[in-house]
């Protein structure tokens, strides 16, 4: 059924593989990634188009055959994955401190191998209930000049919200490393990521994001 709920898994083993799909295979819509560099491929994709279809919930194992997931987590490539769409971590590794991780993330559960079937579906329809529209975190369109633009995800969301509070819609580097990002250390690199695809979207409302120099930029009509 076309609106079945779109699950994202992230697991290399083709054992847990079909088991996730005996659990899942009458409800969701499966797509599976059998490493990091392909998961991130994808997700960095989705998160460069305006139109891109984010999946209703990801499940990831945290030991893939490239790497630890943790490293994703807290990387500069996501931003938050838990801003952008809810997550289950579930894994053989109980170590609280892959668990604190996890959390401070953004996971929404944490579940160790082996699991029963019947929890897992629970989890996942809690989740999903939680989200109100099914598979969709429910996170209000900023309004600009009485527009309601669309297709943003939560960093986008908070860091355009940040520019319309602001005398002139200007803002400087830190204060939205502040009021974005709070006590969160964030790569160089991630603002300008950010504000880069922010740009991107923005296009199609006749609205750029116009560098002032010094850390410094502001938000106006694409009008000459």
Not at 51 to 71: K, V, Y
Not at 79 to 96: A, W
Not at 207 to 216: A, Q, W
């Amino acid at each position: 059924m076309n609106n079945e709920p779109l699950i994202w898994i992230l697991e290399d083993d083709k054992g847990c593989q079909f088991v996730y799909e005996q659990i899942l295979k009458n409800s969701f819509k499966t797509t599976y990634f059998e490493n990091i560099k392909k998961f991130k491929d994808r997700y960095n994709d989705v998160m460069s188009k305006s139109n891109g279809t984010w999946p209703s919930l990801i499940i990831a194992d945290l030991m893939l055959n490239d790497g630890n997931f943790l490293s994703f987590l807290t990387s500069e490539f996501h931003g938050g994955l838990g801003d952008e769409v809810p997550f289950i971590i579930v894994s053989s590794d109980d170590d609280i401190e892959s668990l604190r991780i996890c959390f401070k993330e953004g996971a929404n559960d944490y579940i160790t191998k082996p699991f029963k079937k019947n929890e897992l579906l629970v989890k996942i329809e809690t989740i999903l209930k939680n989200n109100q529209k099914f598979g969709k975190p429910v996170r209000p369109n900023v309004t600009i000049d009485g527009v309601a633009i669309e297709g943003l995800t939560g960093k986008q969301k908070r860091l355009l919200s940040l520019f319309n509070t602001q005398e002139n819609r200007i803002v400087d580097r830190d204060l939205i490393l502040n009021k974005v990002w709070g006590d969160t250390a964030v790569h160089p690199k991630t603002l300008d990521v950010h504000l880069y695809n922010l740009r991107r979207k923005l296009g199609p409302y006749g609205l750029i994001i116009k560098s002032l120099g010094g850390g410094r930029w502001t938000l106006m009509g694409d009008k000459k």
